[in-house]
């Protein structure tokens, strides 16, 4: 199974890229995962917050395909444990999933077309942090998931 973590946003400063890659080249080993990142182009970025999020709407449905699984990150999701994220990619490799797809959405959430195209929808806290963090943070918890999986010392409980 492939993993993908969308975000809307943009580029990586040098500490987060430098994160992404050490947890990207741990998790290697047992699973592929990859950073996408969805950018609007510079002359659609606008103010009017329902359109930029209709504008990443299109973006993410035009990039969605039928053999992804899509997993929101949403504040109003529901809260797993590193134990249930483990769980859940095993469920997804169960059941013959290709590509796993975790999305951070955009700086105002997603419209209701993205809700109801995810199969889940996940909360990483109730705090709220900066798009470079979560995905810094997603990537640690897939390896996190992955060594649990593999029964690697690296999670303790």
């Known amino acids: 199974m492939n993993i993908e973590i969308w975000s ?19 998790t290697k080993p047992w699973n592929p995962v990859e950073l996408v ?4 182009p510079k002359k ?14 299109e973006l993410i449905l035009k990039k969605l395909q039928s053999h992804h699984y899509l ?7 529901k809260a797993l444990n590193s134990v249930q994220w483990s769980q859940q990619f095993q469920q997804c490799m169960n059941q013959g999933v290709k590509t796993l797809v ?10 209701d077309a993205i ?3 995810a199969r889940q929808c996940w909360s990483l806290s109730n705090l709220v942090f900066p798009h470079q963090m979560v995905r810094l943070i997603v990537a640690e918890q897939v390896y996190r998931a992955f060594s649990i ?7 303790h409980e």
């Open 37 to 40: 990142i969805l950018q609007l």
């Open 115 to 117: 809700r109801n195209h």
């Open 149 to 155: 999986l593999n029964n690697s010392p690296y999670h």
């Open 71 to 77: 997993v929101l990150l949403d504040e109003r999701g």
């Open 102 to 111: 975790i999305l951070i959405g955009g700086a105002f959430g997603v419209t």
């Open 8 to 26: 809307l946003g943009k580029a990586n400063e040098d500490f987060i890229a430098s994160g992404l890659q050490y947890y990207f080249q741990k």
């Open 44 to 57: 659609a970025l606008t103010s009017d917050v329902a359109r930029t999020k209709l504008q990443e709407e």
